[in-house]
Each structure stands twice: as structure tokens, then as C-alpha cells.
């Protein structure tokens, strides 16, 4: 992928919205996410649990469910290692650190995600095509 650095500086003011959809996520609301997701295939999610999900309503099924599971008040964010986007292609890798509260835990609960995400252009607007997430080692 080559660099394109109106491109990037685009998908960097970008990943404002996208932490704002994934803090939406932790905190029960999926509706921001599937704002942000592709409407065309190809899309698939690596979950921290080891399975895959294909196809754009399987995702988005898949994180509707997911984001049933959390309760307001999280505390959610990224440290970005490493980010680039070409004129239609982007991704970013790092760490997602989260404490949220989920239904039936009267504790928050610590996630630490390693996390790799690609996206793609969809009517001139970044689109999340690809997540792999899995839990980063104490």
C-alpha cells in the first residue's frame, strides 16, 4: 500500500469518530459501529475468542449481540502503533484498552485487546471491513 498523506491525515481525523463508535460499543450501543461498518462484502471480525465471522450480516449480527452484553460508563481507548492509508485503503494496529461494565459483573472488567483493523472507501467515507482482536499478555 502506498501512502497517500492527504489520505492519511484524512483517516487520522477519522479515528476520532472510530474510537467514539467503539466507546459507544462498550457501552451497550451498536448503532454508531454499524455507521462504520462496510455495507458490502467482503467483512469479517476475529474475535478475542478464537472464532471467525464472515459477511457483512453475520458481522453485524455477531456485534449487535456483542454490544448487548455492556452497560454505560466505560472507559475505553487506543494507543495506535501504527497507522497508514492509501486513497482507498486504511488500517490501524495497537492496543485497546477498556473498563466497562457488563450485565450480571458488579465490577468493571479490564479489557486489553491487541488489535489490527482494516477499512475501506464506501461512498467516500472510511468503512471498518476487517477486525482481529485478541487479548494482549499481562
Known amino acids: 500500500m502506498k501512502t497517500d498523506n492527504a489520505a492519511l491525515l484524512d483517516f487520522e481525523k477519522f479515528m476520532a469518530t472510530r474510537l467514539k463508535a467503539s466507546t459507544d460499543f462498550v457501552e451497550g450501543n451498536f448503532d454508531s459501529l454499524k455507521d462504520l461498518s462496510v455495507t458490502d462484502d467482503p467483512a469479517t471480525i476475529f474475535p478475542p475468542n478464537g472464532i471467525y465471522i464472515s459477511g457483512v450480516s453475520q458481522v453485524n449480527n455477531f456485534n449487535k449481540k456483542g454490544a448487548s452484553n455492556f452497560l454505560p ?8 502503533i501504527h497507522q497508514d492509508a492509501s486513497d482507498s485503503l486504511a488500517y490501524w494496529t495497537g ?7 457488563m450485565k450480571g459483573q458488579d465490577a468493571p472488567v479490564i479489557f486489553n485487546l491487541r488489535v489490527t483493523e482494516i477499512f475501506r472507501k464506501e461512498q467516500g467515507s472510511w468503512k471498518l471491513m476487517h477486525r482481529h482482536a485478541d487479548k494482549l499478555a499481562e
Open 73 to 80: 460508563h466505560a472507559e475505553n481507548e487506543f494507543e495506535v
Open 95 to 101: 492496543i485497546q484498552r477498556s473498563s466497562v461494565k
